[in-house]
């Protein structure tokens, strides 16, 4: 079954550093997210992509936070300052085109801000 | 704003059980809601239902959505251990074809040998 890959799987940063997460999606899928789980807490919308814009966000994705798909193949979600309540794991999702698809989810990047 | 109910939160059965979990959705212009499974990390993708009163089923799961009442059930049959995870409920609006998920809290299913 195609997969979608997460990297890192687990990274410790310290209070205001920036953070990178990248995300490969599955080959020809064409929508991008990006959601977050707090430890114990509901899976939580951040941002959806498609052809190359944001076409909706959360209030939690504020302008300390920001997506790309620089190369047309990773879908990064970068953090500028990161802040305590920001440690959470970070799922990327992609969907392909087409009513039926539904959204693969990776396996997560957990991040822990210290 | 979307509201996504699940019950229980949590369940502790014994291998060979049956199990029902409920959701229950507030959703304006509802499209789909869908069912996934979260073992260690990703939720892994299980049922999506768009139509009411037609049964989904793969193996030992299966699901149903009511969309008068506003609800789906997930059942596993004869439950094992490897079932024991958070199963996570989840709805989808009409509407463009943005397809962003509104997620309930989870069912934590522990399965007891």
């Known amino acids: 079954e195609p997969e979608v890959t997460q990297t890192p799987s687990h990274q410790v940063t310290q209070m205001g550093q920036e953070v990178i997460l990248r995300c490969v999606p599955i080959?020809?899928?064409?929508?991008f997210y990006w959601y977050r789980q707090i430890l114990g807490q509901k899976v939580e919308f951040l941002v959806s992509?498609?052809?190359?814009?944001?076409?909706?966000k959360s209030e939690i994705f504020d302008d300390q936070f920001s997506v790309e798909r620089p190369d047309g193949s990773n879908f990064t979600l970068k953090i500028r300052s990161t802040k305590l309540e920001d440690s959470a794991m970070y799922f990327c999702?992609?969907?392909?085109?087409?009513?039926?698809?539904?959204?693969?989810f990776g396996e997560g990047s957990w991040l822990t801000v210290v | 704003e979307d509201k996504v109910v699940q019950s229980p939160l949590s369940l502790v059965v014994h291998e060979g059980d049956t199990v029902t979990l409920n959701c229950s959705y507030e959703v304006t212009n509802f499209r789909s809601l869908l069912w996934y499974k979260q073992e260690k990390k990703a939720p892994t993708f299980l049922f999506m239902l768009?139509?009411?009163?037609i049964e989904k089923k793969s193996g030992r799961l299966s699901s149903i959505l009511d969309k008068k009442e506003l609800f789906s059930i997930l059942n596993i049959t004869a439950t094992q251990t490897g079932d024991s995870a958070i199963y996570l409920c989840a709805v989808i609006r009409s509407g463009g074809s943005n397809y962003k998920l509104t997620f309930g809290k989870g069912t934590l299913l522990t399965v007891n040998p």
């Open positions: 080959s020809n899928h064409l929508y």
């Open positions: 768009t139509s009411s009163g």
């Open positions: 999702a992609t969907r392909g085109q087409g009513a039926g698809n539904t959204i693969y």
């Open positions: 992509f498609y052809n190359n814009e944001i076409s909706e």
